[in-house]
């Protein structure tokens, strides 16, 4: 169908046609439309310069009222080009709305339809803009079940395969992509496979992030933009922030990165500091089997735990520091109970949790979640059962097996703490939080130096001296890193400040 739209405005008047809709069929279509100063930013970045008479083609993939399609025949008229536009949704109501009908200029070819199953044959656009819907595969209404048709994982939100089909859909020499996005997208998990292929296919151009709500939705949100064609690797990404759309010093992708994760695009900004080249052969997860618990373990443990008894003791994260477990000494809560010196009553597990306790019984590292740097603490003999959701690596026993001591140290260092901190910004936990998951872990880089000074220090309970012998052997001596972890330590009584680093 081809209709068209009413003299296009510098920026669109919202029509409303969003807030109008019931609160289930906003949810169902992620129906919340741009503000106004948001679509002239994108719409700027991703049109860039046009030459006089260029005919630019445009797509939004998910156009709503067709906001970003006027903005941008703006754009490009304003500097004597030529625009054709094309927009998707699968409800044109909101074209409607905004008054497009077929007797006016500039024409939008509007197609109803679902834009992530429509058939673009070898359809390319020289711009691709638009907002596409944020629709989280955590909430039943919204879940496409299954992985995502774009290489993504099974809860990738679906903005993410809006992504993967705009680069793909933008011009091989030289299409722009302007999307706005969630800001987890930048380090969530199942959007990783997505991410890699549109970085492998386009350069990052420009970044925009707000840490406000700038929609209705309480959702975070970002904006990127990407450029195909071009072999820039590591150029610098211009960014602005906020709904001042305040300048940035750019940034450059980091040396190291422990995932295929955009973190680094804000981390600097969250106080976490760049991790320099590492020098490493292997992974974490090449010498360790990491596992973490999920709410199989967390149910098979309730009523099996109590303050009595001679079972295993049980571990929660909160009972670890780096180096240290204060099993015994500190009091802790499991099944929203408070314990003083809580264990497990193997005789009260079922058969799955009986496995699962012999699986766990032995010398391993167990590692808290969500703090500021890693901690990681060693269980020598095996005694010791993991809460949830508390991490363990146990050693691969093989050829060239390593000791839980030298796992602890990686953990206990400034490299693996930037690295994991880098990839766990806008991941929605506080800005000095870190999200620390099995996948996480095991992605990071193995040192390729000499360990035995740092699990010395480790073992004597030296903690700044493990962590800069960690360093060493990965090859870095970095003393903004360093200062950094140990300020991330204070609250164990190790000294902030660097006057003895
Ligand atoms: C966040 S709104 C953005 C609308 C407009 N681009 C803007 O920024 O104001 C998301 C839009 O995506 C549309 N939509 C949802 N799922 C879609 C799909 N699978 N294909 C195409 N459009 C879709 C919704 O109807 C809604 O208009």
Same mark, same amino acid.
């Given at each position: 169908m081809q209709i068209a739209a009413s003299l296009p405005a510098p920026r669109p008047a919202p029509t409303g046609y969003d807030s109008g809709l019931s609160a289930a069929e906003r949810r169902r279509t992620g129906a919340w439309y741009t503000?106004?100063?948001?679509?002239?930013?994108?719409?700027?970045?991703a049109v860039g310069e046009v030459r006089p008479g260029e005919v630019v083609s445009v797509l939004d993939p998910a156009c709503g009222d067709g906001r970003f399609l006027?903005?941008?025949?703006?754009?490009?008229?304003?500097?004597?080009?030529?625009?054709?536009?094309?927009?998707?949704?699968?409800?044109?109501?909101?074209?409607?709305?905004?008054?497009? %009908?077929?007797?006016?200029?500039?024409?939008?070819?509007?197609?109803?339809?679902?834009?992530?199953?429509?058939?673009?044959?070898?359809?390319?656009?020289?711009?691709?803009?638009?907002?596409?819907?944020f629709l989280s595969q955590l909430a039943s209404a919204t879940a496409r079940r299954g992985r995502s048709r774009f290489g993504g994982g099974p809860y990738a939100d679906a903005a993410a395969d809006f992504l993967a089909l705009s680069v793909r859909s933008a011009t091989e020499r030289g299409g722009r992509v302007g999307l706005v996005l969630p800001l987890a997208l930048l380090t969530a998990r199942d959007a990783g496979p997505i991410?890699?292929?549109?970085?492998?296919?386009?350069?990052?151009?420009?970044?925009?992030?707000?840490?406000?709500?700038?929609?209705?939705?309480?959702?975070?949100t970002c904006a990127v933009g990407l450029r195909r064609g071009g072999h820039a690797d590591r150029s610098p990404v211009r960014r602005a922030s906020g709904s001042g759309f305040d300048g940035l010093p750019a940034v450059s992708p980091p040396p190291t990165s422990a995932n295929e994760h955009w973190g680094w695009l804000i981390a600097d900004v969250h106080g976490v500091p760049e991790v320099p080249a590492v020098r490493s052969t292997s992974t974490i997860a090449d010498h360790a089997l990491v596992t973490a618990n999920f709410r199989d373990q967390y149910y098979g443990l309730v009523g099996a735990v109590s303050d009595e008894g001679d079972g295993p003791p049980l571990i929660t994260t909160g009972l670890i520091d780096a180096g240290a477990c204060h099993w015994g000494s500190r009091p802790t809560r499991f099944a929203k109970q408070a314990f003083a010196a809580p264990?497990?009553?193997?005789?009260?597990?079922?058969?799955?949790?009986?496995?699962?306790?012999?699986?766990c019984l032995v010398p391993k590292v167990l590692v808290a979640t969500q703090t500021r740097v890693l901690e990681a603490v060693v269980d020598e003999h095996g005694a010791w059962l993991p809460a949830v959701p508390?991490?363990?690596?146990?050693?691969?026993?093989?050829?060239?097996?390593? %000791?839980?001591?030298?796992?602890?140290?990686?953990?206990?260092?400034?490299?693996? %703490?930037?690295?994991?901190?880098?990839? %766990?910004?806008?991941s929605g936990l506080s800005a000095t939080t870190m999200r620390v998951s099995q996948r996480t872990l095991g992605a990071l880089p193995w040192p390729a130096g000499p360990l035995a000074l740092a699990v010395a220090a480790l073992r004597s309970g030296d903690l700044i001296g493990c962590g800069r012998m960690v360093d060493a052997a990965y090859g870095v001596d970095d003393v903004t890193l360093l200062r950094w972890w140990r300020d991330g330590l204070s609250h164990q009584g190790v000294p902030s400040g660097i006057s003895s680093v």
């Open positions: 503000p106004p100063a948001l679509v002239a930013h994108v719409v700027a970045n006027l903005a941008a025949a703006s754009a490009i008229e304003a500097q004597g080009g030529v625009a054709l536009l094309t927009g998707v949704d699968i409800d044109l109501g909101g074209l409607r709305a905004a008054g497009i %009908s077929a007797s006016s200029a500039p024409v939008i070819e509007a197609v109803e339809a679902d834009a992530l199953d429509h058939d673009w044959g070898d359809r390319r656009f020289d711009v691709v803009v638009g907002n596409p819907p991410r890699s292929s549109a970085t492998a296919d386009a350069d990052l151009e420009w970044f925009w992030w707000s840490d406000d709500a700038m929609f209705d939705a309480s959702v975070r264990r497990v009553d193997r005789t009260g597990l079922a058969p799955f949790m009986q496995r699962w306790a012999d699986r508390v991490v363990r690596l146990v050693p691969h026993l093989d050829l060239a097996p390593v %000791s839980v001591w030298e796992v602890a140290a990686v953990l206990t260092s400034p490299v693996a %703490s930037a690295l994991i901190a880098g990839q %766990s910004v806008g």
